[in-house]
């Protein structure tokens, strides 16, 4: 399963856009998600949620451990 695209982690919950996200000052394309220099309003691309979540300091459960 594809679990890439852009990443948050705000208020202890973690929010994920696979594909873009869209905030009032900012626009942020999958297409386009080298030339963006992050974080873009917390926002950052990872390329799976167990990235995200170990960058994020969120624990992985047992079953993202073992893959």
């Known amino acids: 399963m ?24 900012f626009e942020l394309l999958s297409g386009q998600k080298d030339i963006y220099t992050y974080p873009v309003d917390g926002w950052y691309w990872f390329d799976t949620e167990d990235d995200a979540k170990i960058f ?10 073992n893959g």
């Not at 594809?2 to 869209?22: C, I, M, R, W």
């Not at 624990?59 to 451990?65: A, C, D, F, G």
């Open 56 to 65: 994020f300091g969120i624990p992985l459960t047992t079953e993202e451990q």
């Open 2 to 25: 594809n679990t890439s695209g852009f990443y948050k982690f705000q208020d202890n919950e973690l929010f994920h856009g696979p594909a873009f996200v869209y905030g009032p000052t």
